[in-house]
């Protein structure tokens, strides 16, 4: 048995971050031994057309069948959330059929090893169980969010605490991977509803049964939080693995790529939101007037909010000058340019880019990091406001333009008046800092080296992915 290859099941949430990061820390494991090889378990989101993979070495997908809703009369509208309390559990079924016709084929050259879990997927670990077979976790965000998570499940099972109450009480909460008490209004919107909460404590709960917690960071960033995880014995052994990122981006077209070879060295703000952000037309116009007042050139990804309730992603204008402030365009012709969807790696990769303001998803931190350039936070939805925090606050790897601010992306039905517009003073008082403190400026660049650092041989995350496979090999042998 010693010669033995170890095959591992992944299975992603539904959703273009989580399943990139997934396979992503895939190529990494398998470029790492020979002897892995993983099967990706696609769970397509609801009414999603299928999805095309292509060949990668040691490394094959299985598209798990979509279930249909069943047909109801006058159906309650479904929230963001019954994706993972509702739909990705209707997967189990499939996962356990697929992986026990695996178990049951004759094979000699290879066993399962694990599962390896995204978080959002935790009943999976149910079916892991039944199938005897061990199951790890992959925490697409960060160790200090990971912390927070576990905090939250530690004060309602053993404090009594009611979190929902907790999360809306405007004061501060000691988390143990967090250096500074963190403000309740930066919680997580998961814990935000009583159905949120009663997830995260479930899933928790499953969490601390794994055999071991796979992070998409790196020891000298979170040190602190290493710190914390380790020291409780009640969670299971937390390996830092990355940064894990697609470098491999969408080029820009000639035109903005062009206009950015023309720029000075760092000398343009770069401003991009993710996947999911936009603003309604007056915060685009608070941007314009302070990128203006600013005097620094940029180059922003604008994008239009969702027209109507059947998606939740923005698109492109087809005119810029609709939501702009009448003559921006002209007034700004050839220190800034407006652009639709923007191949963010391609941007911060490039040399002319000095500054990034962002949502502060974690993988939009990680590349800010990776290429040194020093961030902006205006986080929007889900831990963003966490995040942020802990660059800001903790870390002093970000300047702050709004920490508190919220959208919620995944509520269409909710008013965006809701959404407190961010000033032009504001934004304009964060782009000046981004591209002139130099303090921060230097950490985010030593902090780059280290992100390097640690995904090569004699690194950090290097050593702690050995381990891991080691882990990995020891379950077939």
Same mark, same amino acid.
């Given at each position: 048995?010693?010669?033995?290859?170890?095959?591992?099941?992944?299975?992603?949430?539904?959703?273009?971050?989580?399943?990139?990061?997934?396979? *992503?820390?895939? !190529?990494?494991?398998?470029?790492?031994?020979?002897?892995?090889? +993983?099967?990706?378990?696609?769970? !397509?989101?609801?009414?999603? @057309?299928?999805?095309?993979?292509?060949?990668?070495?040691?490394?094959?997908?299985?598209?798990?069948?979509?279930?249909?809703?069943?047909?109801?009369?006058?159906? !309650? @509208?479904?929230?963001?959330?019954?994706?993972?309390?509702?739909?990705?559990?209707?997967?189990?079924?499939?996962?356990?059929? +697929?992986?026990?016709?695996?178990?049951?084929?004759?094979?000699?050259?290879?066993? &399962?090893?694990?599962f390896v879990i995204d978080s959002f997927c935790a009943c999976m670990i149910d079916v892991a169980n039944e199938l005897n077979i061990p199951t790890y976790v992959f925490f697409t965000s960060s160790a200090a969010c990971l912390g927070f998570k576990f905090c939250v499940q530690t004060l309602a099972d053993e404090m009594n605490k009611d979190i929902l109450e907790l999360s809306y009480s405007d004061t501060v909460l000691s988390v143990p991977t967090f250096a500074n008490p963190l403000p309740t209004k930066l919680f997580w919107i998961l814990v935000k509803t009583q159905e949120g909460v009663d997830f995260v404590l479930s899933s928790m709960r499953k969490l601390r049964g794994t055999k071991a917690i796979l992070v998409n960071t790196f020891s000298e960033l979170e040190t602190y939080a290493f710190e914390s995880?380790?020291?409780?014995?009640?969670?299971?052994?937390?390996?830092?693995?990355?940064?894990?990122?697609?470098?491999?981006?969408?080029?820009?077209?000639?035109?903005?790529?062009?206009?950015?070879?023309? %720029? @000075?060295? =760092?000398?343009?703000?770069?401003?991009?939101?993710? =996947?999911?952000?936009?603003? $309604? *037309?007056?915060?685009?116009?608070?941007? /314009?007037?302070?990128?203006?007042?600013?005097?620094?050139?940029?180059?922003?990804?604008?994008?239009?909010? @969702?027209?109507?309730?059947?998606?939740?992603?923005?698109?492109?204008? *087809?005119?810029?000058? #609709?939501?702009?402030?009448?003559?921006?365009?002209?007034?700004?012709?050839? &220190?800034?340019?407006?652009?639709?969807?923007?191949? %963010?790696? /391609?941007?911060?990769?490039?040399? /002319?880019?000095?500054?990034?303001?962002?949502?502060?998803?974690?993988?939009?931190?990680? $590349?800010?990091?990776?290429?040194?350039?020093?961030?902006?936070?205006?986080?929007?939805?889900?831990? %963003? %406001?966490?995040?942020?925090?802990?660059?800001?606050?903790?870390?002093?790897? #970000?300047?702050?333009?709004?920490?508190?601010?919220?959208?919620?992306?995944?509520?269409?039905? #909710?008013?965006?008046?809701?959404?407190?517009?961010?000033? /032009?003073?504001?934004?304009?008082?964060?782009?000046?800092?981004?591209?002139?403190?130099?303090?921060?400026?230097? !950490?985010?660049? $030593?902090?780059?080296?280290?992100?390097? =650092?640690?995904?090569? *041989?004699?690194?950090?995350?290097?050593?702690?992915?050995?381990?891991?496979?080691?882990?990995?090999?020891?379950?077939?042998?």
């Open positions: 048995m010693a010669n033995t290859n170890a095959e591992l099941i992944f299975i992603p949430a539904p959703g273009a971050g989580h399943m990139t990061s997934m396979i *992503e820390m895939a !190529k990494v494991l398998v470029n790492r031994d020979q002897r892995l090889s +993983v099967i990706v378990l696609v769970i !397509k989101p609801p009414g999603a @057309p299928s999805s095309v993979f292509g060949a990668l070495e040691r490394i094959s997908f299985i598209e798990l069948p979509q279930n249909k809703p069943p047909s109801t009369p006058n159906p !309650k @509208p479904k929230t963001a959330l019954s994706l993972f309390t509702e739909f990705i559990p209707s997967h189990s079924k499939h996962v356990k059929n +697929v992986v026990g016709d695996m178990i049951n084929q004759p094979r000699t050259s290879s066993r &399962i090893a694990g995880l380790s020291a409780d014995e009640t969670i299971p052994p937390v390996y830092p693995v990355g940064p894990v990122l697609n470098l491999k981006g969408k080029p820009f077209d000639d035109d903005t790529l062009r206009w950015l070879d023309s %720029q @000075p060295h =760092s000398s343009v703000v770069f401003l991009c939101f993710g =996947s999911m952000g936009s603003f $309604e *037309e007056a915060q685009v116009k608070e941007i /314009a007037h302070a990128l203006e007042q600013s005097g620094h050139r940029f180059l922003w990804s604008l994008r239009r909010p @969702p027209l109507d309730h059947t998606s939740r992603f923005p698109t492109d204008y *087809e005119d810029l000058s #609709a939501v702009l402030p009448e003559g921006f365009l002209e007034r700004t012709r050839g &220190i800034g340019k407006v652009i639709g969807w923007a191949p %963010q790696v /391609a941007a911060l990769a490039h040399d /002319a880019v000095g500054g990034f303001v962002s949502h502060c998803g974690w993988n939009s931190v990680l $590349e800010s990091l990776w290429f040194g350039v020093p961030l902006a936070a205006w986080p929007m939805y889900a831990e %963003q %406001q966490m995040i942020a925090f802990d660059m800001v606050v903790d870390k002093g790897l #970000a300047v702050e333009i709004k920490l508190d601010y919220k959208r919620n992306v995944f509520d269409l039905k #909710a008013s965006s008046n809701t959404t407190v517009n961010v000033t /032009a003073k504001e934004i304009e008082s964060g782009i000046r800092r981004v591209m002139e403190d130099k303090e921060v400026r230097t !950490k985010v660049k $030593e902090m780059s080296a280290k992100s390097r =650092s640690a995904v090569v *041989e004699g690194g950090s995350s290097y050593a702690s992915i050995g381990s891991l496979i080691q882990d990995f090999i020891k379950n077939v042998s």
